[in-house]
């Protein structure tokens, strides 16, 4: 029988294997970058982006150009 993926919650000080487990559950860089900055104001995401483009492997700019597409 094949086990169902664990749709439980993860709690992670570790970006690296935050960034890691997402890219397994098939999310892609943009869906992690509206993720990480929902509910967040332009200036936090400003504050975001170097350490997180970083982890994702993008630069802050394309953090933030990403970031901008949240509705």
């Given at each position: 029988?094949?086990?169902e993926?664990?749709k ?33 104001t ?20 394309e ?9």
């Amino acid at each position: 029988m094949k086990k169902e993926p664990s749709k439980s919650l993860v709690f992670s000080d570790d970006k690296r294997d935050l960034i890691k487990l997402a890219r397994q559950k098939g999310l892609t860089d943009e869906q992690i970058v509206l993720k990480l900055t929902q509910g967040h104001t332009y200036l936090d995401c400003r504050t975001m982006a170097p350490v997180w483009a970083k982890e994702i492997g993008i630069t802050a700019s394309e953090f933030m150009v990403l970031a901008r597409r949240r509705r």
